[in-house]
């Protein structure tokens, strides 16, 4: 069975087979994440998004990782949290882990990192946004020798720390 793993910092400097972008549907880049991703990455990641033509939400693509320590990169596409119902969002997030985890799967990786998909710009509260990643990863830990939840800021990782401490690495 494999870890998960949840640790602080900047999913952009891992080295794992896969890393998942939280992109928005144009797959064209964008701020938070999808900014710092496209940057660490080069023009070179841009340029095969192009190819892609968009991705639905809560659907998955994926692509190489360039520049990026990381193989490849999963773009997947969360929710925005007060366009839909609650649990309408709820779904629509869990496709977005669940698809990704697929596309991980379909191409032989072993080890992936999330970041907290939706918990930034999109507005879906973090503590369900922590619980619904590690659930679903709980789900897979089979199929791959590590996962690891990314979290960027320290308010979001007090609170993994408060319900997950056995995952937390620091
Ligand atoms: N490493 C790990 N996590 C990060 C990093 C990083 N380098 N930078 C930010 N985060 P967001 P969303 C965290 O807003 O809510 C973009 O413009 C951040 O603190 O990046 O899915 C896209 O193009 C937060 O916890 O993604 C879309 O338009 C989490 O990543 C839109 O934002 C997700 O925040 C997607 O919004």
Redesign the pocket.
């Known amino acids: 069975m494999g870890k998960i793993k949840i640790i602080k910092?900047?999913?952009?400097t891992l080295d794992c087979d896969a890393i998942v972008n939280?992109?928005?549907s144009s797959l064209l880049?964008?701020?938070?994440?999808?900014?710092?991703i496209h940057w660490a990455a080069g023009p070179e990641l841009l340029a095969e998004c192009r190819t892609l033509h968009g991705c639905r939400t809560g659907e998955a693509k994926i692509t190489k990782g360039y520049k990026l320590p990381a193989k490849f990169v999963i773009h997947t596409v969360?929710p925005v949290y007060f366009e839909h119902k609650p649990a309408e969002a709820e779904a629509l997030l869990t496709s977005c882990y669940e698809n990704s985890l697929t596309l991980a799967k379909e191409n032989g990786l072993k080890t992936i990192a999330f970041?907290?998909?939706?918990?930034?710009?999109?507005g879906?509260p973090?503590r369900d946004a922590i619980k619904l990643a590690v659930e679903t990863m709980k789900l897979h830990q089979d199929d791959f020798d590590e996962m690891t939840l990314?979290?960027?800021?320290e308010r979001?990782f007090g609170f993994a720390k408060e319900e997950y401490s056995e995952f937390i690495q620091e």
């Open positions: 910092g900047d999913i952009t939280a992109a928005n880049g964008g701020g938070g994440v999808d900014g710092a969360g970041p907290l998909i939706s918990a930034g710009v999109y879906y973090q990314v979290l960027f800021g979001e």
